[in-house]
């Protein structure tokens, strides 16, 4: 997969992304990125690529011609073009599986008050949101879209089911973890875990994601 992130401000992403899970998902090769500044494709001496909004009211809108330019400087027949908007359906686990088998995703990321909306009607395929609030700018939605996808994509996390045993993944949150020591300040470990019976294990994982779905995200179990 190769990913280009359209934004003004890169280095509120790359550094980001060239570390942890996402630096060995490039040395394997399962993913590669690149930045594409809306600002490099402006025409005039000021390279300008916002202004004020027609009708009225606060905030500057970016203009459409320095992202056209820069969206169909990398746009193929394989690209989808995706704007990271507050306005857009929440990103969720499925979303995240989704995109992981695309070949090449472009993240348009918005600042200011937005885009022109003819860049969406004509260029953008789909409008992705990761939440009910809004961000100064697209780059942090940009990276939290890119993990939970890269991660999906074969070979990059290295052990065999370790995505599948997200939460999420199962339309329930996940069970409770625990490492050693066996115990830690008077708290143990649930005996069942160290017991050595799988089948015992796995109903008590069970048991105890559905009674935390239940409690903390009861909207899952009702979907």
Same mark, same amino acid.
Request: aromatic share 6%; hydrophobic share 40%.
């Given at each position: 997969?190769?990913?280009d992130v359209l934004t003004l401000f890169p280095e509120m992403i790359s550094g980001y992304l060239g570390q942890s899970m996402m630096k060995r998902a490039v040395e394997k090769g399962a993913v590669s990125f690149g930045w594409?500044?809306?600002?490099? &494709?402006?025409?005039?001496?000021?390279?300008?690529?916002?202004?004020?909004? *027609?009708?009225?009211? /606060?905030?500057?809108?970016?203009? /459409?011609?320095?992202? &056209?330019?820069?969206?169909?400087?990398?746009? =193929?027949?394989? =690209? !989808?073009?995706?704007?990271? @908007?507050?306005?857009?359906? /929440?990103?969720?686990?499925?979303?995240? $599986?989704?995109?992981?088998? @695309?070949?090449?995703?472009? %993240?348009?990321?918005?600042? *200011?008050?937005?885009?022109?909306?003819?860049?969406?009607?004509? %260029?953008?395929?789909?409008?992705?949101?990761?939440?009910? *609030?809004?961000?100064?700018?697209?780059?942090?939605?940009?990276?939290?879209?890119?993990?939970?996808?890269?991660?999906?994509?074969?070979?990059?996390?290295?052990?065999?089911?370790?995505? $599948?045993?997200? =939460? #999420?993944? =199962?339309?329930? %949150?996940?069970?409770?973890?625990?490492? !050693?020591?066996?115990? #830690?300040?008077?708290?143990?470990?649930?005996?069942?875990?160290?017991?050595?019976?799988?089948?015992?294990?796995?109903?008590?994982?069970?048991? !105890?994601?559905? $009674?935390?779905? !239940?409690?903390?995200?009861?909207?899952?179990?009702?979907?």
């Open positions: 997969m190769h990913i594409v500044n809306p600002r490099d &494709f402006a025409t005039d001496v000021h390279r300008t690529t916002d202004d004020r909004v *027609y009708g009225g009211g /606060p905030g500057m809108v970016m203009k /459409p011609e320095p992202l &056209f330019a820069a969206i169909e400087s990398v746009r =193929s027949e394989t =690209s !989808r073009v995706i704007y990271l @908007s507050p306005q857009g359906p /929440p990103f969720t686990q499925a979303k995240a $599986e989704a995109l992981s088998t @695309s070949d090449h995703l472009i %993240l348009v990321c918005g600042h *200011y008050e937005g885009i022109d909306e003819r860049v969406i009607e004509a %260029l953008v395929d789909e409008e992705i949101s990761i939440g009910d *609030y809004v961000l100064t700018n697209g780059a942090i939605a940009a990276a939290v879209i890119i993990d939970a996808t890269v991660r999906l994509i074969p070979g990059v996390l290295g052990g065999d089911g370790a995505a $599948e045993a997200d =939460s #999420f993944s =199962s339309g329930m %949150l996940d069970h409770p973890q625990y490492t !050693r020591p066996e115990e #830690f300040r008077g708290m143990k470990v649930p005996d069942v875990l160290l017991s050595g019976n799988h089948a015992a294990i796995e109903t008590w994982r069970k048991q !105890r994601a559905t $009674e935390k779905t !239940r409690r903390v995200r009861p909207d899952l179990l009702d979907g």
